[in-house]
T-cell receptor, first 112, second 113 residues
Framework: ETGVTQTPRHLVMGMTNKKSLKCEQH?????MYWYKQSAKKPLELMFV???????ENNSVPSRFSPECPNSSHLFLHLHTLQPEDSALYLC???????????FGPGTRLLVL | GENVEQHPSTLSVQEGDSAVIKCTYS??????FPWYKQELGKRPQLIID?????GEKKDQRIAVTLNKTAKHFSLHITETQPEDSAVYFC????????????FGQGTELSVKP
């Protein structure tokens, strides 16, 4: 599938590093999302963007900083992360609110 | 806050049997309920969804039922096959927060040949 792509697919970083996750959707959608998926936990919504405007910040720590320069691209900037931030980070997009969300393949993040 | 409870957490069935996964939600204003399937190492993919204006929806071997009064909805898979083995997530919309879905904890379904 190429509708929603994410890079990198795997990332290992130290707690003092700064890195960015990238998401791109080729579906012409207006809404984009970041989710965190940890083992044995439900998908946790982090951020929602509608027409490039952030409409949801689900009490996410400031060490996660999203950026949405246009409707097709979404970034998640990471700095001074903690080991408990290790997880699969999934990006998704949808045509509008409460429409089908299409997920990217995710970035598997390991914080050492 | 809003919450979605999903049961069971694991489910093992024989090939050809039916599987049922149940979810309850807390936000009475929720009106969109998707189900996602996530195979090992892959992304979640929508398999069926239902909106609050209908009580049941079917797509081949998969069906979803919704009881708005009781605030619960269920996924039914008939004639299960080994390729149905995956983790299934239910979700419910949070209607005063555009686009927000609350997901259940997931059900790991194993279909034994």
């Amino acid at each position: 599938e190429t509708g929603v792509t994410q890079t990198p697919r795997h990332l290992v970083m130290g707690m003092t590093n700064k890195k960015s996750l990238k998401c791109e959707q080729h579906l012409g959608h207006n809404a984009m999302y970041w989710y965190k998926q940890s083992a044995k936990k439900p998908l946790e919504l982090m951020f929602v963007y509608n027409f490039k405007e952030q409409t949801e910040n689900n009490s996410v720590p400031s060490r996660f900083s999203p950026e949405c320069p246009n409707s097709s691209h979404l970034f998640l900037h990471l700095h001074t992360l903690q080991p408990e931030d290790s997880a699969l980070y999934l990006c998704a997009s949808s045509q509008g609110n409460w429409e089908t969300q299409y997920f990217g393949p995710g970035t598997r993040l390991l914080v050492l | 806050g809003e919450n979605v409870e999903q049961h069971p957490s694991t489910l093992s069935v024989q090939e050809g049997d039916s599987a049922v996964i149940k979810c309850t939600y807390s936000d009475s204003a929720s009106n969109y309920f998707p189900w996602y399937k996530q195979e090992l190492g892959k992304r979640p993919q929508l398999i069926i969804d239902i909106r609050s204006n209908v009580g049941e929806k079917k797509d081949q071997r998969i069906a979803v039922t919704l009881n708005k009064t009781a605030k619960h909805f269920s996924l039914h898979i008939t004639e299960t096959q080994p390729e149905d083995s995956a983790v299934y997530f239910c979700a419910a919309s949070v209607n005063n927060q555009g686009g927000k879905l609350i997901f259940g904890q997931g059900t790991e379904l194993s279909v034994k040949p």
